[in-house]
């Protein structure tokens, strides 16, 4: 409504965009109008600390009104005439001046508030960003972390069906989820998210040796190296392939002369050997190489010779036996939970395979320590023309889970538990006491003796801990140990497919502690 003062007229905004309106202000020196913009019709001007210029009326007018989106102007020339009248506006202009300077001073504290509140949010975000970056942490565990985990968490195939007391144990295969229990435990520090616009090229690294090499994955590989102490990356070429089966074929490929210089080269091994080694030689009934046996009776002029140290299936430290023979070292199991490191291997070629190292079998990735240049180039080039290159997703899976390792000892603060090769340590070394001991109680079985060393990675002398177990039946008359044991629900692998007889059985240590339990359980039963 109207002001109370019958000489104070509220006028409203007519609807025009710019009208000056003349407040006259009473002045010592001069009593002229002033002319000031106003707002546009309808724009409602926000509250804010009154100014002198609204409060040039008689104070039965209001203070609200003075702040409101109308203004009050006095009719004629707006002179407050006398003392009292002075003092009225003296004391109103004091208290207005109070109100708005306190109102003041609240905008003033919010805008401080406001700072800090941005800082401390910023500060926040930071602290999230370097862990997760450096340290692989799950952040603060807000709604952001809860995205990222969903995003990151798949269905996973069903793989093996559970052990229970009356399962068949299979045991055949090197199936390492022993080590599933490892990477349960430590979160998002081997987590990884790949967006759905990355990997999407062939090329990983177009100017490197290795175009289809990621440099992350290569980073890792020469620093576990460096931290285990096994094998010397430096002067070496990194090479990268569909687990270590597609690299050994790889080398038979770069090893073996053209097709038209005479007969295939051969291919050997001591027995016995692994497995796999005579059928993947011959799968493809190559004529640049073949299988040629056991390298302890091999007579030939020359040959490719495959050393596997610690040796599978028996867990051996082998060196090469054929003088003349280009040997190639399969180093999968030269790892510190295995057997004792005792210096950093040197070869001219040298395997390794994710599965054996950290348990990542699914993950399909391997990797070659190559000297020579020119027998690298023809590695590359058997990659390219079997699968073009490697699986991007799987080298940025397999680099995280390296990194994760190596963290685990020089980075992460937490202890034994995020120490991959500790933990797998400790599980072998506990495996082979029970195996031992219920090989002994059955007086039919024998293993190999075990081979303790010094090993520099742990620094103290630890005992040979091999994935699998050579496990040889005493008993006369007995030629068929895999069968014998078949019938009894446990699955094994035979001797005769490593070159030995049917006495022996590999048996895979590296499986779930269910299944590795019910098996003990099986194999002291027996007498």
Same mark, same amino acid.
């Given at each position: 409504?109207?002001?109370?003062?019958?000489?104070?007229?509220?006028?409203?905004?007519?609807?025009?965009?710019?009208?000056?309106?003349?407040?006259? $202000?009473?002045?010592?020196?001069?009593?002229?109008?002033?002319?000031?913009?106003? @707002?546009?019709?309808?724009?409602?001007?926000?509250?804010?600390?009154?100014?002198?210029?609204?409060?040039?009326?008689? #104070?039965?007018?209001?203070?609200?009104?003075?702040?409101?989106?109308?203004?009050?102007?006095?009719?004629?020339?707006?002179?407050?005439?006398?003392?009292?009248? $002075?003092?009225?506006?003296? @004391?109103?202009?004091?208290?207005?001046?109070? !109100?708005?300077?306190?109102?003041?001073?609240?905008?003033?504290?919010?805008?401080?508030?406001?700072?800090?509140?941005? /800082?401390?949010?910023?500060?926040?975000?930071?602290?999230?960003?370097?862990?997760?970056?450096?340290?692989?942490?799950?952040?603060?565990?807000?709604?952001? #972390?809860?995205?990222?985990?969903?995003?990151?968490?798949?269905?996973?195939?069903?793989?093996?069906?559970?052990?229970?007391?009356?399962?068949? /144990?299979?045991?055949?295969?090197?199936?390492?989820?022993?080590?599933?229990?490892?990477?349960?435990?430590?979160?998002?520090?081997?987590?990884?998210?790949?967006?759905?616009?990355?990997?999407?090229?062939?090329?990983?690294?177009?100017?490197?040796?290795?175009?289809?090499?990621?440099?992350?994955? !290569?980073?890792?590989?020469?620093?576990?190296?460096?931290?285990?102490?096994?094998?010397?990356?430096?002067?070496?070429?990194?090479?990268?392939?569909?687990?270590?089966?597609?690299?050994?074929?790889?080398?038979?490929?770069?090893?073996?002369?053209?097709?038209?210089?005479?007969?295939?080269?051969? /291919?050997?091994?001591?027995?016995?050997?692994?497995?796999?080694?005579?059928?993947?030689?011959?799968?493809?009934?190559?004529?640049?190489?073949?299988?040629?046996?056991?390298?302890?009776?091999?007579?030939?002029?020359?040959?490719?010779?495959?050393?596997?140290?610690?040796?599978?299936?028996?867990?051996? &430290?082998? $060196?090469?036996?054929?003088?003349?023979?280009?040997?190639?070292?399969?180093?999968?199991?030269?790892?510190?939970?295995?057997?004792?490191?005792?210096?950093?291997?040197?070869?001219? &070629?040298?395997?390794?395979?994710?599965?054996?190292?950290?348990?990542?079998?699914?993950?399909?990735?391997?990797?070659?320590?190559?000297?020579?240049? !020119?027998?690298?180039?023809?590695?590359?080039?058997?990659?390219?023309?079997?699968?073009?290159? /490697?699986?991007?997703?799987?080298?940025?899976?397999?680099?995280?889970?390296?990194?994760?390792?190596?963290?685990?000892?020089?980075?992460?603060?937490?202890?034994? *538990?995020?120490?991959?090769?500790?933990?797998?340590?400790?599980?072998?070394?506990?495996?082979?006491?029970?195996?031992?001991?219920?090989?002994?109680?059955?007086?039919?079985?024998?293993?190999?003796?075990?081979?303790?060393?010094?090993?520099?990675?742990?620094?103290?002398?630890?005992?040979?801990?091999?994935?699998?177990?050579?496990?040889?039946?005493?008993? #006369?008359?007995?030629?068929?140990?895999?069968?014998?044991?078949? #019938?009894? $629900?446990?699955?094994?692998?035979?001797?005769?497919?490593?070159? *030995?007889?049917?006495?022996?059985?590999?048996?895979?240590?590296?499986?779930?502690? !269910?299944?590795?339990?019910?098996?003990?359980?099986?194999?002291?039963?027996?007498?």
């Amino acid at each position: 409504g109207k002001p109370n003062n019958p000489q104070v007229q509220v006028h409203t905004p007519p609807q025009s965009s710019h009208i000056p309106i003349h407040i006259h $202000k009473p002045c010592a020196s001069s009593r002229a109008p002033r002319s000031i913009s106003r @707002r546009p019709a309808g724009v409602r001007e926000i509250d804010r600390p009154p100014r002198r210029d609204d409060l040039h009326l008689d #104070e039965h007018a209001g203070f609200s009104g003075a702040c409101s989106g109308q203004r009050l102007v006095a009719p004629g020339d707006g002179r407050l005439r006398g003392k009292e009248k $002075k003092k009225k506006r003296r @004391r109103f202009l004091m208290a207005a001046n109070k !109100e708005g300077g306190g109102m003041a001073a609240a905008v003033r504290c919010a805008g401080r508030l406001g700072v800090v509140a941005s /800082v401390a949010a910023n500060l926040v975000a930071l602290a999230w960003f370097i862990r997760r970056r450096y340290f692989g942490g799950d952040g603060s565990g807000g709604d952001g #972390e809860k995205e990222i985990t969903a995003a990151a968490t798949v269905e996973a195939s069903k793989g093996k069906p559970p052990v229970t007391t009356e399962s068949v /144990v299979n045991l055949d295969h090197g199936d390492p989820t022993m080590y599933e229990a490892f990477w349960r435990g430590t979160g998002d520090r081997a987590t990884l998210v790949i967006p759905g616009w990355q990997t999407m090229s062939y090329f990983s690294d177009v100017g490197g040796f290795c175009w289809f090499l990621e440099p992350q994955f !290569e980073r890792e590989v020469r620093r576990l190296h460096r931290l285990v102490g096994n094998a010397v990356a430096d002067g070496y070429h990194v090479l990268v392939g569909t687990g270590s089966t597609q690299l050994f074929q790889a080398v038979l490929y770069a090893l073996s002369p053209a097709a038209d210089s005479g007969a295939p080269m051969s /291919v050997v091994s001591p027995a016995p050997y692994y497995s796999s080694y005579p059928s993947v030689t011959n799968y493809l009934n190559s004529g640049l190489y073949r299988w040629a046996g056991d390298a302890n009776t091999f007579n030939g002029d020359t040959c490719i010779e495959l050393v596997c140290s610690p040796n599978n299936p028996d867990g051996g &430290i082998r $060196k090469a036996v054929v003088k003349s023979g280009k040997a190639v070292h399969d180093l999968a199991y030269y790892w510190p939970q295995y057997t004792p490191i005792t210096e950093a291997a040197n070869h001219d &070629i040298m395997l390794f395979t994710v599965s054996k190292c950290t348990g990542h079998a699914g993950t399909r990735i391997g990797w070659a320590l190559v000297k020579d240049r !020119e027998v690298a180039q023809k590695m590359i080039k058997f990659v390219e023309l079997n699968t073009i290159g /490697v699986s991007k997703d799987s080298q940025l899976r397999a680099a995280k889970i390296l990194r994760a390792v190596s963290d685990g000892y020089e980075v992460s603060p937490a202890g034994e *538990a995020s120490r991959l090769f500790h933990f797998a340590r400790r599980q072998m070394v506990a495996r082979w006491i029970k195996l031992r001991a219920a090989v002994k109680a059955t007086g039919i079985f024998s293993l190999p003796d075990e081979l303790p060393g010094y090993c520099t990675f742990f620094k103290e002398t630890v005992p040979s801990c091999a994935p699998f177990a050579w496990l040889r039946c005493e008993k #006369e008359n007995t030629d068929d140990l895999e069968g014998f044991l078949r #019938e009894e $629900k446990i699955i094994t692998r035979g001797g005769t497919r490593f070159g *030995a007889d049917g006495r022996f059985v590999r048996i895979s240590m590296l499986d779930t502690d !269910e299944a590795f339990n019910v098996f003990i359980e099986r194999l002291a039963s027996f007498k």
